[in-house]
C-alpha cells in the first residue's frame, strides 16, 4: 500500500478499471530492464576496476554514451545519498526544539559553504579509504555533488514536518498511528510536493558542479574521472570545438529527457499530495508514464513486489521504529521562535564545523597562525566576491522584471516562451563556460567579464521564473481596476506590478544571491589550457587553495564566506523577505 | 428518517470515562492562563452528551483531555477506573475539518483506522468496507477526498472514527462546516446509526455552537461558561420522541438555551428548573470586549429597529442564521455601548439606541464617539497613556504587554484589535498598520468628552 503511493506506476484504482494492454508497452519495459542491468554492470565493473595512476579522457564521439552513463549514475547516487540524509536530517530537526536549535544552524552554515571547500577531506578520506580502486575517487565525486545537492532538501523536509496541520496530526495520534505509520502516512507524504521540487532544484544545482566534482585537483594529485563533466573540460582545453559541441549537445538531451520523462510526470503525480484544495489548476500532462501503465508485466511485477516485499518491510519497519503506540502524553507546546537561540548555537556549529575540517584535513594548525596579511587578503577577496554578487544579483532584477512581467502578462507569449525558457534554464552554466572563457578571455576584461556572466547564466532564471510566476498571480480583478481606471505605462508599473510582484522578486533574489556565492568557486578561478587565470575574490581563494593544498587558507576562507552568507540572510535577505511579504501580499 | 426500530434506550448505564477536576494552564509569557477551571465531567454507558457554550470556554480543550491529546494540568481523567495517560485508546474522533488525508483513498484512510491492530490486510480492507457501507459511501472507495463534497467527507471522517469500534466517539463540531442540508442529512444518519445500535459506541460527546443540534442530539446537555472555563449548568435533554417530531416542547428547549447563552449572568436555575448548577460562573474583574466589527454592530442595531425595537433572541438567530457564539457577542457589545438591553430573551433598543439609529453617518459616529468613551474602559486607558506619552504615540506590542497581565496573550491580541477598531472609527486615537503604532493628533481632541464624563460622575 505505501508503494502504491511512492510509485506512480499502477495506483489501486488502475486495476478495478479495465486495463488495455499493449505488447510494445511490454517489450519496452523489457528493454529498459536490460538497459539497466547492462549499466549496472558497466558502471559496477569499472568502480571496482583497480585504480589507473593517468585516466585519459577519450574526446571520440563513441565514447559518449559510456561518459555520460557514468556522470548520470554518479548524479543519481548524490541525489539518493542527499535524499536519504535530507530525510533523516530533516525529521530529527523537525523532532523536538531542543535538536532543532542544534541542526538548523548548523544547516544554516552548511548553505553557506561552497562544494570546494569540502574536497580536501572529502577526497583525502577517500581515496585513502580505498587506495587501489576507482571507488575511492567515485565516492569522492558522490560526496562532492552531494554537498551541492542536500541542504535544500533537508531544510524542505523540516520545513514541511513542522507545517503539518494539527488537526491531521491530532488525527494520526488518535489513531494510534506508530511512529513508523506516521512518518510514511503523514510526514512523509506532506512533505513530498516541496521535496519534489526541491529535488528539481537539487538535481541543477548537481549538474551546475559536475565538472567540478568529476575534475579536481589536490596538491600534487590530479584527479579526473571519465565522465561528461571531464570530457568538456577537457575538449574546452584541447580547443576542440566538435567535441565541445557534442559534449553540450549530449548533456541538454540527458537533461532534458530527464524533465520530461521523469520530473514532469513526478510532479503531476504529485498533485495528491497537495493538502489545500486547487481546483482548476491545469494538470500536466503524463506522457512520460502513461504507457508504462499499459505494461502487464510491470503491473504484475508492482504488485508481486508490494505484497511479498513492501508490505513485509512495512510491518517489520512498523515493528523495528513503531516504539510503543499509546506514548506518554504528546507534546502540544509551540515549538518556540527559534531567533534569539540562533546566534549562539549557529556560531557554535560553525565551531563543530570548522574543527571538523581542520580535523579532517588535518591541517592540525589552528587559525591563529595565519598571519594578519593573509586575514588582509581574505578581507578583501571578500570584498570584491561581495561586489560580484551584488552586482550579479542588481543586475539580474533589472533585466528580468521587465522582461518577465511582458511574458506573465501575455498569456499567448508565456505559452510560447516558457518551455525555451525553461530548458534554457536547464543547461547548467558551468558547462557553456569553457565555451564562453574560450572566447572572453581574449577580450579586455578577460575572466571579469566571464565569471559574471557566469554566476549570471546561473542564476538569473530563478529570478526570472519568479517574476513570471508573480505577474501570473495578479488577481484578474486588479488588472481589471486598472484597465479601467485607463492607467497606462509608469503609473500601471508603480501602482500594480511593481508591488504585486515584489515578494516573488524578493524570493526569487536570495535564491539567486545563494547560488552566486556557490558559484564565485568556479567562476573567479579558472584552469585553461594549463595557464591559471584568477579574478580575485573569495572564491577564486577557495579555489586556489584547495588546489595548492593550502589549507588553512581554505579553513579561513570558508569561514569568511560562511559567516558573510549566513549573516546577509539574516540582516538582509529575511527582513527583506519579510518586509515584502508583510506589506505587498496579496490576500486571495 | 429513521428506518428500523430504536433499540437503544436512553437509560444510563455504567460510567465509561470519568474527568475529575481538570484544570489546564497555558503559559502566555511566563504567566500561567486558566482555559479549564476545576472542571468534571461523567460520561456513562448509553448518553449522548453536547458540551454548550461560548467560544474560547475550553470545550474543545476538555474534549482533547478525555481523548488524551492534551495532558491536564491538574486532575485526571479515568477510563474504565484507571487513570488514562496518553492517547484514549476507547475513542473515535471526528473533526470538524474532518482531517482526512488527501494522498490516500477513501478506503485507504478508513484503513487507517485499523492500522494499530495489526490485522490481515484483507480483513483491514473487508472492514473499512463496511465501515464505508455503513456510513452510505459504498462506492466511492477508490475516491480521493478532493473528488468529494464537505458531506461526504465528514462521512468518510465519521467511518475512520467508527471502524475501530470505538466505546467513545468524541465529535467537534462535526457539522459545522456543511451546508445546512447536509448537516441535517448527515445527523439524522449518526442519530439512526446509534439508536439502532448499528455501532457499537457507547456514549458520544459532541461539541457545537448549534443548539438546536445539541437539542436533537443529546441526552444531557453541559453548558460551558468563558474566562475561565467552567461548567456552568448541566441538565437532562428532553425526551427522545419528542425531539424526533421536533416538537413544541423543542422550540422551548432551544428558546431557552439561546437565553441561557446570550446572557452569561441569567441565573440557571429560574429560567430552567430542572438543571444543575455546577459552578458559579467567574466575575470577570476586568471588561472584556467583544470581537466586533463597528459595521456588524451597527447592522445589528439597524435590524432591531427595524423590528420595532425589540426582538427575541431566538428569533433573531434563526433569521440572521448565526450560531449562539456569532450572535452572542453582538448582544454583548451592544450591551455594553448602552444600545440595547436583555429582557426576559427578547433584545431592547434603549433610548440611546432609538437615538444612534436616527442619526445620520456624520452624527452617528458622533454618537458612538460619546459611547465608547463612556463605557469602554480598554479605549478610555488607551486615550490616558497616549496622553502621558511625551510624543503622544505608543507601539502596539507596548499595549500588548500591559494587557497580558489582564489576558492570555491570543486574547489580549483580540481585545486590543477591537479596542483599535472601535477607537479608530470614533476618531479617539489614530493607528498606523505598517509600524503598528497607535498616535494622537490634533483631530484628537478629547476634553469635551472628558467634561461630558466628569459631569456624569
Ligand atoms: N496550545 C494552546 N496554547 C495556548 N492556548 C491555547 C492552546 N489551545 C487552546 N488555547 C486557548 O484555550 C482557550 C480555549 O480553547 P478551546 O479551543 O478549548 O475553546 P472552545 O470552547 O473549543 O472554543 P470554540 O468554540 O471557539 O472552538 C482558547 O482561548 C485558546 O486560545
Ligand atoms: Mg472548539
Known amino acids: 500500500?505505501?508503494?502504491?503511493?511512492?510509485?506512480?506506476?499502477?495506483?489501486?484504482?488502475?486495476?478495478?478499471?479495465?486495463?488495455?494492454?499493449?505488447?510494445?508497452?511490454?517489450?519496452?519495459?523489457?528493454?529498459?530492464?536490460?538497459?539497466?542491468?547492462?549499466?549496472?554492470?558497466?558502471?559496477?565493473?569499472?568502480?571496482?576496476?583497480?585504480?589507473?595512476?593517468?585516466?585519459?579522457?577519450?574526446?571520440?564521439?563513441?565514447?559518449?554514451?559510456?561518459?555520460?552513463?557514468?556522470?548520470?549514475?554518479?548524479?543519481?547516487?548524490?541525489?539518493?545519498?542527499?535524499?536519504?540524509?535530507?530525510?533523516?536530517?530533516?525529521?530529527?530537526?523537525?523532532?523536538?526544539?531542543?535538536?532543532?536549535?542544534?541542526?538548523?544552524?548548523?544547516?544554516?552554515?552548511?548553505?553557506?559553504?561552497?562544494?570546494?571547500?569540502?574536497?580536501?577531506?572529502?577526497?583525502?578520506?577517500?581515496?585513502?579509504?580505498?587506495?587501489?580502486?576507482?571507488?575511492?575517487?567515485?565516492?569522492?565525486?558522490?560526496?562532492?555533488?552531494?554537498?551541492?545537492?542536500?541542504?535544500?532538501?533537508?531544510?524542505?523536509?523540516?520545513?514541511?514536518?513542522v507545517t503539518i496541520p494539527n488537526e491531521l496530526r491530532e488525527a494520526a495520534e488518535i489513531l494510534q498511528l506508530s511512529r513508523w505509520q506516521r512518518f510514511t502516512r503523514l510526514e512523509l507524504p506532506f512533505a513530498m510536493v516541496p521535496l519534489l521540487w526541491n529535488s528539481i532544484m537539487s538535481w541543477a544545482g548537481g549538474w551546475f558542479f559536475l565538472m567540478a566534482a568529476e575534475q579536481f585537483t589536490l596538491g600534487e594529485r590530479t584527479f579526473l574521472l571519465p565522465g561528461l563533466g571531464a570530457y568538456l573540460s577537457v575538449a574546452a582545453n584541447k580547443g576542440n570545438f566538435s567535441a565541445l559541441t557534442a559534449g553540450l549537445i549530449t548533456l541538454v538531451i540527458l537533461i532534458i529527457a530527464l524533465d520530461h520523462m521523469v520530473w514532469r510526470p513526478l510532479v503531476a503525480w504529485a498533485d495528491r499530495f497537495k493538502v489545500e484544495e486547487v481546483a482548476g489548476t491545469p494538470r500536466e500532462s503524463r506522457v512520460g508514464f502513461a504507457w508504462l501503465r499499459r505494461s502487464f508485466i510491470l503491473l504484475g511485477l508492482h504488485h508481486a513486489l508490494e505484497r511479498s516485499f513492501v508490505e513485509p518491510v512495512d510491518r517489520w519497519l512498523d515493528r523495528a521504529f513503531g516504539f510503543p503506540r499509546v506514548a506518554s502524553f504528546p507534546k502540544q507546546e509551540q515549538v518556540p521562535a527559534r531567533g534569539r537561540w540562533f546566534w549562539v548555537v549557529s556560531i557554535l556549529a560553525s565551531a563543530v564545523i570548522l574543527l571538523a575540517l581542520i580535523v579532517q584535513n588535518a591541517a592540525g594548525l589552528a587559525l591563529a597562525r595565519i598571519p594578519i596579511s593573509a586575514w588582509e587578503r581574505i578581507v578583501r577577496a571578500a570584498g570584491l566576491s561581495l561586489l560580484r554578487v551584488m552586482l550579479t544579483v542588481s543586475f539580474g532584477a533589472l533585466w528580468t522584471v521587465p522582461v518577465g512581467a511582458a511574458i506573465g502578462f501575455n498569456r499567448r507569449l508565456a505559452g510560447m516562451v516558457q518551455p525555451w525558457v525553461q530548458t534554457l534554464a536547464s543547461i547548467p552554466a558551468t558547462a557553456l563556460f569553457p565555451a564562453i572563457v574560450l572566447v572572453l578571455l581574449r577580450l579586455p576584461g578577460g575572466l571579469q567579464v566571464a565569471g559574471i556572466l557566469l554566476m549570471a547564466l546561473g542564476t538569473h532564471w530563478y529570478i526570472l521564473f519568479n517574476v513570471i510566476a508573480g505577474v501570473r498571480a495578479i488577481p484578474n480583478d486588479l488588472s481589471e481596476v486598472v484597465a479601467i481606471t485607463r492607467l497606462t505605462g509608469w503609473q500601471r508599473w508603480r501602482l500594480l506590478t511593481l508591488p504585486a510582484v515584489f515578494p516573488y522578486l524578493v524570493t526569487g533574489l536570495i535564491t539567486a544571491a545563494g547560488g552566486a556565492w556557490n558559484a564565485t568557486i568556479v567562476a573567479e578561478y579558472v584552469t585553461f589550457r594549463g595557464q591559471v587565470y584568477d579574478a580575485g575574490g573569495l572564491g577564486a581563494l577557495i579555489a586556489r587553495s584547495a588546489e595548492t593544498g593550502d589549507y588553512r587558507t581554505l579553513i579561513a576562507a570558508t569561514m569568511v564566506m560562511a559567516t558573510i552568507v549566513v549573516g546577509l540572510n539574516r540582516a538582509l535577505w529575511r527582513r527583506l523577505y519579510r518586509f515584502a511579504t508583510e506589506r505587498y501580499r496579496l490576500e486571495k | 428518517m429513521l428506518g428500523t426500530s430504536v433499540l437503544r434506550t436512553p437509560n444510563k448505564g455504567a460510567v465509561l470515562l470519568e474527568a475529575r477536576g481538570i484544570t489546564k494552564l497555558y503559559d502566555a509569557n511566563g504567566d500561567h492562563v486558566v482555559v479549564l477551571d476545576n472542571v468534571s465531567l461523567e460520561l456513562c454507558d448509553g448518553e449522548v452528551v453536547a458540551l454548550l457554550g461560548p467560544s474560547g470556554s475550553g470545550k474543545s480543550t476538555l474534549l482533547r483531555i478525555i481523548a488524551g491529546l492534551v495532558a491536564p494540568s491538574r486532575g485526571e481523567v479515568r477510563v474504565h477506573g484507571e487513570v488514562l495517560r496518553g492517547v484514549n485508546p476507547l475513542v473515535g474522533m471526528v473533526f470538524q475539518s474532518f482531517a482526512l488525508f488527501p494522498w490516500l483513498t477513501v478506503l485507504e484512510n478508513v484503513e487507517l483506522g485499523l492500522l494499530r491492530k495489526d490485522l490481515p490486510k484483507n480483513e483491514r480492507r473487508a472492514r473499512a468496507l463496511t465501515a464505508l457501507e455503513m456510513v452510505g459511501l459504498g462506492g466511492f472507495e477508490h475516491a480521493y477526498p478532493r473528488e468529494l463534497s464537505g458531506g461526504m467527507k465528514q462521512r468518510v471522517g465519521f467511518a475512520r472514527a467508527l471502524v475501530a469500534e470505538p466505546?467513545?466517539?468524541?465529535?467537534?463540531?462535526?457539522?459545522?462546516?456543511?451546508?445546512?442540508?447536509?448537516?441535517?442529512?448527515?445527523?439524522?444518519?449518526?442519530?439512526?446509526?446509534?439508536?439502532?445500535?448499528?455501532?457499537?459506541?457507547?456514549?458520544?460527546?459532541?461539541?457545537?455552537?448549534?443548539?438546536?443540534?445539541?437539542?436533537?442530539?443529546?441526552?444531557?446537555?453541559?453548558?460551558?461558561?468563558?474566562?475561565?472555563?467552567?461548567?456552568?449548568?448541566?441538565?437532562?435533554?428532553?425526551p427522545l420522541a419528542q425531539r424526533l417530531q421536533k416538537s413544541q416542547a423543542t422550540h422551548d428547549m432551544v428558546d431557552l438555551l439561546y437565553r441561557l447563552l446570550t446572557d452569561p449572568q441569567e441565573d440557571v436555575q429560574r429560567l430552567i428548573p430542572q438543571a444543575r448548577v455546577v459552578q458559579a460562573p467567574a466575575h470577570p474583574s476586568y471588561q472584556v470586549l467583544p470581537c466586533v466589527g463597528v459595521g456588524e454592530l451597527t447592522g445589528f442595531v439597524e435590524r432591531i429597529a427595524q423590528g420595532g425595537g425589540y426582538e427575541d433572541v431566538f428569533e433573531l438567530a434563526r433569521e440572521l442564521q448565526l450560531t449562539a457564539d456569532q450572535l452572542l457577542p453582538l448582544i454583548e457589545a451592544t450591551r455594553l455601548l448602552g444600545l440595547c438591553a436583555i429582557v426576559e430573551g427578547d433584545v431592547l433598543l434603549t433610548d440611546t439606541g432609538k437615538a444612534f439609529v436616527k442619526a445620520d453617518v456624520r452624527k452617528r459616529k458622533e454618537h458612538f464617539r460619546k459611547l465608547v468613551w463612556e463605557h469602554v474602559d480598554l479605549i478610555r486607558e488607551i486615550v490616558h497613556l497616549l496622553q502621558d506619552t511625551p510624543d503622544l504615540r505608543q507601539t502596539e506590542d507596548e499595549l500588548l504587554k500591559r494587557l497580558e497581565v489582564h489576558y492570555r496573550s491570543a486574547e489580549a491580541r483580540r481585545q486590543l484589535a477591537t479596542a483599535i477598531e472601535w477607537g479608530r472609527y470614533a476618531e479617539l486615537f489614530a493607528y498606523d498598520e505598517q509600524e503598528r503604532l497607535l498616535y494622537l493628533d490634533q483631530e484628537h481632541d478629547v476634553s469635551n468628552l472628558e467634561d461630558s464624563q466628569q459631569f456624569n460622575a
Do not use: C, K
Request: charged content about 15%.
Open chain 1, 1 to 161: 500500500m505505501w508503494m502504491g503511493r511512492m510509485w506512480p506506476v499502477a495506483a489501486e484504482r488502475q486495476l478495478v478499471q479495465r486495463v488495455r494492454w499493449f505488447w510494445w508497452a511490454d517489450l519496452l519495459v523489457l528493454l529498459l530492464l536490460g538497459v539497466v542491468t547492462t549499466g549496472l554492470a558497466v558502471v559496477g565493473a569499472h568502480w571496482l576496476a583497480p585504480r589507473q595512476s593517468a585516466v585519459s579522457i577519450s574526446l571520440s564521439l563513441s565514447s559518449l554514451p559510456l561518459y555520460t552513463l557514468y556522470s548520470f549514475s554518479r548524479m543519481l547516487l548524490a541525489y539518493l545519498l542527499s535524499l536519504s540524509f535530507a530525510i533523516v536530517y530533516g525529521r530529527l530537526a523537525a523532532s523536538g526544539p531542543t535538536l532543532e536549535h542544534i541542526l538548523i544552524p548548523i544547516l544554516d552554515v552548511l548553505q553557506g559553504i561552497p562544494i570546494l571547500s569540502f574536497l580536501p577531506g572529502v577526497v583525502l578520506a577517500l581515496v585513502a579509504l580505498f587506495p587501489h580502486r576507482n571507488l575511492g575517487a567515485e565516492l569522492a565525486a558522490i560526496v562532492l555533488i552531494f554537498t551541492s545537492q542536500s541542504w535544500n532538501l533537508a531544510f524542505s523536509l523540516y520545513q514541511s514536518m
Open chain 2, 167 to 238: 466505546e467513545l466517539l468524541l465529535l467537534d463540531e462535526p457539522f459545522s462546516s456543511l451546508d445546512v442540508l447536509t448537516a441535517e442529512n448527515l445527523r439524522r444518519d449518526l442519530l439512526d446509526l446509534w439508536l439502532t445500535g448499528r455501532i457499537p459506541t457507547r456514549a458520544i460527546v459532541l461539541v457545537t455552537h448549534n443548539i438546536d443540534e445539541a437539542v436533537y442530539l443529546a441526552d444531557r446537555l453541559i453548558i460551558f461558561s468563558a474566562n475561565p472555563g467552567r461548567i456552568r449548568a448541566e441538565l437532562p435533554g428532553l
